[in-house]
Every structure is written in structure tokens, then in C-alpha cells.
T-cell receptor, first 109, second 114 residues
Framework: QKEVEQNSGPLSVPEGAIASLNCTYS??????FFWYRQYSGKSPELIMF????GDKEDGRFTAQLNKASQYVSLLIRDSQPSDSATYLC?????????FGEGTQLTVNP | GAGVSQSPSNKVTEKGKDVELRCDPI?????LYWYRQSLGQGLEFLIY????????KSGLPSDRFSAERTGGSVSTLTIQRTQQEDSAVYLC????????????FGPGTRLLVL
């Protein structure tokens, strides 16, 4: 089992729809959770982080964390073509971040 | 202020040669990380520096890989006797104070070993 797993994708949604990206992790001691967006050929950029169970909202983005289920998700409301990218889930335990392999999202106009 | 910078942006080398990759973190950030990203893959942790503490080298894939950080700022990742499987994008990230803080990534160095 991989330490961090993301839904395999690619995921395609129409413009204006909600995109749902999911991530599970194996280490129950994980402390904090991050979503990064990576455009093709570019480096990752942080979208959101979440430490506590529940929802955290920032504009069109909502991160959801359920530590009991070892599950973290990212919802993108009113998806835009500019949201088309690969989304990386990262989990911190100790000094390092462990990344999933990413989910490629395409938002169709 | 300036973000994380890396050089060179692209490097093509022949199998068996040594390469050095440079990272200049955000000013004031004490933590520095190196990752590797192969085509279509997630990021693989390589090494972590925090202040004057001993680095966490647990992600280095072989003894051909080494890294140092001079004066708590600039870091150099060295790959000796490069192999074709070393071809990847090498990303550096830095953060304020360390493991609990958000990491900011540089643009990466694209390494191609022929």
C-alpha cells in the first residue's frame, strides 16, 4: 500500500461544476495535510493546508479532513478552465512531506 | 520578495558524469528540502536541512547522491556517476523555521542523462 494514494484520474468536469479530488493516507500519526496544484511544466504551488478534522474553506476551494477514515479531499466549486492542472495531495509526518502521484483535472469550457 | 531559485533550469549530461544542482531558498527560511519528480509521477523526498541540525538524508536513493548547505542558505545537490534513471526534475523547497511550516517550491532543474 502506498503511503499516500489519490484517485487515479484523469478527471474531467464541465466549466461551473464541482470537482472532487480524493486522497487517503496510511500513517495514522500524520499531522498535517496539504493540497498543491501543479501546472504542466511548472513547480507545485500550495492551494490549501488543513490540520484539524472537518472542513476548511478558501474561496472556491474546500479541504475536508477525516482522520478516523484517514481521508482528505479537495472540492473546487464553480470550476474554471484555469483550474486544469495536476493536484497533489501531501501528508506530513515528522520532518517530511509524502506526496501522492497526483490527479490530473481538466475543466472543459 | 524573491522566491526560491534554482540553477541551472535545464541540464543535459552524459551517463557517468557528475552534476551539481543549486538551490537558493527564500531569505529567512531556515528549512530546505530537495525532491525529485520523474515524468508523470509525484514528488519523491530526498533530503531535508533545518538550521544547524544534522540533515535528514533518509530519502537519498543511493550513495551517488549527496547534498550540502553552506551557511544555512544555499544548497547544492550533487549526483555522481549519473545514470539514465536519474533523469527527472529536481525540485527544491524552503520553509520558515521547519517541518510545520508551508513549503514553497522553486522552478526546478530538469536533468536529462543521455
Amino acid at each position: 500500500q502506498k503511503e499516500v494514494e489519490q484517485n487515479s484520474g484523469p478527471l474531467s468536469v464541465p466549466e461551473g461544476a464541482i470537482a472532487s479530488l480524493n486522497c487517503t493516507y496510511s500513517d495514522r500519526g500524520s499531522q498535517s495535510f496539504f493540497w498543491y496544484r501543479q501546472y504542466s511544466g511548472k513547480s507545485p504551488e500550495l492551494i490549501m493546508f488543513i490540520y484539524s478534522n472537518g472542513d476548511k474553506e478558501d474561496g472556491r476551494f474546500t479541504a475536508q479532513l477525516n482522520k478516523a477514515s484517514q481521508y482528505v479531499s479537495l472540492l473546487i466549486r464553480d470550476s474554471q478552465p484555469s483550474d486544469s492542472a495536476t493536484y497533489l495531495c501531501a501528508v506530513r509526518g515528522g520532518s517530511r512531506l509524502t506526496f501522492g502521484e497526483g490527479t490530473q483535472l481538466t475543466v472543459n469550457p | 520578495g524573491a522566491g526560491v531559485s534554482q540553477s541551472p533550469s535545464n541540464k543535459v549530461t552524459e551517463k557517468g558524469k557528475d552534476v551539481e544542482l543549486r538551490c537558493d531558498p527564500i531569505s529567512g527560511h531556515t528549512a530546505l528540502y530537495w525532491y525529485r519528480q520523474s515524468l508523470g509521477q509525484g514528488l519523491e523526498f530526498l533530503i531535508y536541512f533545518q538550521g544547524n541540525s544534522a540533515p535528514d538524508k533518509s530519502g537519498l536513493p543511493s550513495d551517488r547522491f549527496s547534498a550540502e548547505r553552506t551557511g544555512g542558505s544555499v544548497s547544492t545537490l550533487t549526483i555522481q556517476r549519473t545514470q539514465q534513471e536519474d533523469s527527472a526534475v529536481y525540485l527544491c523547497a524552503s520553509s520558515w523555521q521547519g517541518a510545520k511550516e508551508t513549503q514553497y517550491f522553486g522552478p526546478g532543474t530538469r536533468l536529462l542523462v543521455l
